[in-house]
């Protein structure tokens, strides 16, 4: 079992930078695939960017590509999503989730069946 926390949303300007952190709990963070997705008001949840167990290979939806970065560090149970460049349409709740099976490239891991955990999400809010 995995409990995930996220933190670091806020209100931000369009153009400005959020890091958005997810802590983990257990002893076997490092088997697992991550990944953040968000949803807007009315939508449905999409896929943002997922990471394979080792940081080896990353994967992001197009409309983040160039702009966002995930990253983890195994030793504290964490993965991060930096966010730079923000517009008003990045302004979602953005959930970290967890997949057991981790054995994969990133690339596996965009589609919210595959994941097994999820965080409780934060609020990301981009003002024009």
């Known amino acids: 079992q995995v409990q995930l926390v996220e933190s670091g949303g806020g209100l931000v300007q369009a153009g400005g930078s959020l890091r958005l952190s997810c802590a983990a709990s257990g002893r076997t963070f490092s088997s697992y695939a991550m990944g953040w997705f968000h949803q807007a008001p009315g939508k449905e949840r999409e896929f943002v960017a997922s990471i394979d167990r080792s940081a080896g290979s990353t994967y992001y939806a197009d409309s983040v590509k160039g702009r966002f970065t995930i990253s983890r560090d195994n030793a504290k149970n964490a993965v991060y999503l930096q966010m730079n460049s923000l517009k008003p349409e990045d302004t979602a709740v953005y959930y970290c989730?967890?997949?057991?099976?981790?054995?994969?490239?990133?690339?596996?891991?965009?589609?919210?069946?595959?994941?097994?955990?999820w965080g409780q999400g934060t609020q990301v809010t981009v003002s024009s």
């Open positions: 989730a967890a997949a057991r099976n981790g054995y994969y490239s990133a690339t596996y891991y965009y589609t919210e069946g595959r994941y097994n955990y």
